[in-house]
């Protein structure tokens, strides 16, 4: 079955400063991966997501790049702020039509530092 | 349009014993996933229901269990409760053309 590992567990950068998060996923047949952030005491939420046939996807401070023959991609946030304190969870599935059985990396813990 | 609702949101329960877990998902969504996080592990996926059947199972013992019902609700046993099984256990509903997980807040169940 799938596996995804996601580095680092933990994260810290300046407010303002850009945080990068990687995983990697071992079933080249993955072709949807999405992010979720957790918020503290908070349920998981979708961030952005992108699928195999693109390269990479933004979303105003927000990115996620691909690379499927290394099988990794990450998430990138520029100009951190303070809000963006949480855990991010990375996942990959082999899914046609929606993600029926995600498998999620173990979490970064990211904090900003005022 | 209300979100996925989760009961009870807290329970302890003693070794041995088993529990059920119920979850509501947003309406018109036929999909109900099931997930346990822990400390460390992240979120593990349990199983899957679509339309009262399980589409996908994952790696736990038999003592967890789920079904779904007509109106899409579904329900998660735990039976002979074990410490581990100590959790978060959340429950995601998704529309189908979507692919986007909601997620319920999640029942905390704690073994004694």
């Known amino acids: 079955g799938e596996n995804v590992e996601q580095h680092p567990s933990t994260l810290s950068v300046q407010e303002g400063d850009s945080a990068v998060i990687k995983c990697t996923y071992s079933d080249s047949a993955s072709n949807y991966f999405p992010w979720y952030k957790q918020e503290l005491g908070k349920r998981p939420q979708l961030i952005i997501d992108i699928r195999s046939n693109v390269g990479e996807k933004k979303d105003q401070r927000i990115a996620v790049t691909l690379n499927k023959t290394a099988k990794h991609f990450s998430l990138h946030i520029t100009e951190t702020q303070p809000e963006d304190s949480a855990v991010y969870f990375c996942?990959?599935?082999?899914?046609?039509?929606?993600?029926?059985?995600?498998?999620f990396g173990t979490g970064t813990r990211l904090t900003i530092i005022p | 349009k209300a979100g996925v609702t989760q009961t009870p949101r807290y329970l302890i329960k003693t070794r041995g014993q088993q529990v059920t877990l119920s979850c509501s998902p947003i309406s018109g969504h036929r999909s109900v996933s099931w997930y346990q996080q822990t400390p460390g592990q992240g979120l593990q996926f349990l199983f899957e229901?679509?339309?009262?059947?399980?589409?996908n199972k994952g790696n736990f013992p038999g003592r967890f269990s789920g079904r779904q019902f007509s109106n899409s609700r579904s329900e998660m046993n735990v039976s002979t409760l074990e410490l581990g099984d100590s959790a978060l256990y959340l429950c995601?509903?998704?529309?189908?053309?979507?692919?986007?997980?909601?997620f319920g807040e999640g029942s905390r169940l704690t073994v004694l």
């Open positions: 996942a990959a599935t082999l899914s046609n039509f929606g993600n029926e059985k995600l498998t």
């Open positions: 229901y679509f339309s009262e059947t399980q589409r």
């Open positions: 995601a509903s998704s529309s189908r053309e979507v692919g986007e997980l909601f």
